[in-house]
């Protein structure tokens, strides 16, 4: 998908490539969640995570806890 926003009938014509017929009413739906999750998307690659571990590397309820409370 380029940089443009999905139309309804674009977005009509990709759901039934993939086998998803969608009636007339849902287009306009499906196409404004398919931009708004693009636009999500776009943000989320722009964050730079620069020496965070990926989540694969923490481990819940490992951690010490040595405070007083």
């Known amino acids: 998908m380029s940089d443009a926003e999905l ?3 674009e977005a009509a014509r990709w759901a ?3 086998g998803l017929p969608l009636p007339a009413d ?3 739906a499906v ?3 398919a931009n708004h999750i693009h636009a999500i998307v776009t ?3 722009e964050l730079d995570f ?3 571990p990926p989540a694969s590397a923490y ?3 490992g951690e010490t806890r040595d405070a007083a409370v």
């Open 31 to 33: 196409a404004a969640t």
């Open 16 to 18: 039934a490539r993939a």
């Open 7 to 9: 139309t309804p009938p």
């Open 43 to 45: 943000i989320l690659r």
């Open 59 to 61: 481990r819940a309820g």
């Open 26 to 28: 849902r287009h306009a």
């Open 50 to 52: 620069g020496e965070t």
